[in-house]
């Protein structure tokens, strides 16, 4: 009887030992699976943010921030880096709506100040009460028209949203076209921006 209890404990340890052997193992791979993964995403933000098409969007931006920069300046008047996104009421709410859930999530991490929206609403009762109520007193916003600076089209003739960084020396930076229902390279985006910030 002695010797069956023994055997069996033995049997038991070893495949205690075998269990948490082969769960460690598995850790180790789920975790070497998520450092791929991100690995993966990371150069996805870089591809997408290198495709031609997209590329196509960044000469207009640049060129009408530089002819009205310091008019620009004037109106946001700030002294270091700030965040700012883009985006019109011509657009779909549920585009601009994911942005504004990812920004006031990051906003609670780096604060207010260093986000500025830049909304294109129409300068009349109607815009100004619609605006009110998208953002709804959650974000710093300056209304903006499309001519001061531009938003431009993207090739199926929609207008494309955008973030960029304005740097404390005035320059536009690190702009990104979010996609719809990909809110996981927004935030990659977003974590990038935080170190500049």
Known sequence: MNLKIKTTFALLGTLLIFLMSFGFWKQKELELYWKRTS?????????ENCRISYLKLYSPIYNN????????????????????YRFSNQMCAVC?????YEIEQFQKEIGKEKILLLPAY???RMGMLELSNVLAEKFHYINISL??????????DYLQRYFAVIDKDGNLTMVFFPRL????????YLSEVKKIL
């Not at 001519?147 to 199926?156: M, T, V």
């Open 181 to 188: 229902g990909e809110v996981n390279l927004t935030r990659k």
């Open 122 to 124: 129409p300068d009349d």
């Open 96 to 100: 601009f709506q994911e942005d504004l």
């Open 39 to 47: 690995m993966l995403e990371d150069r996805l933000i870089e591809s």
């Open 147 to 156: 001519a001061s600076l531009i938003i431009p089209f993207y090739e199926d």
């Open 65 to 84: 921030y530089s002819d009205n920069k310091s008019l620009f300046q004037e109106k946001i008047g700030h002294k270091s880096s700030v965040l700012v």
